[in-house]
Nanobody, 119 residues
């Protein structure tokens, strides 16, 4: 059972920066993808960024050049650095883990951390 615990959210002014973290435990797979999703009030959850077990990263067009996903393997932690924040970045940010094992998809979610950007 993979457990994901997010931290680092908070209130920041537009143009500011924040870093959210996702501490993972219980990972047994050697091939997986971890990612950050976000969900604003009244909107669907959307993908923000992903990082694979091999280190490949991808970012949504809406955050390219502003957000950066990274990880610290020694700490089993994935980070999302949020720069040049805009009010529309306000959302609950969720950590996600996905692994395909023997044709079965295993997926886990954290509880989320609130990021609020004031104008």
């Amino acid at each position: 059972q993979v457990q994901l615990v997010e931290s680092g959210g908070g209130l920041v002014q537009a143009g500011g920066s924040l870093r959210v973290s996702c501490a993972a435990s219980g990972i047994m797979s050697t091939r997986y993808v971890m990612g950050w999703y976000r969900q604003a009030p009244g909107k669907q959850r959307e993908l923000v960024a992903t990082i694979s077990s091999s280190g490949a990263t991808a970012h949504a067009d809406s955050v390219k050049g502003r957000f950066t996903i990274s990880r610290d393997n020694a700490k089993n932690t994935v980070y999302l650095q949020l720069n040049s924040l805009k009010p529309e970045d306000t959302a609950v940010y969720y950590c996600n883990f996905q692994s395909l094992v023997d044709d079965s998809l295993y997926e886990y979610w954290g509880r989320g951390t609130q990021v609020t950007v004031s104008s």
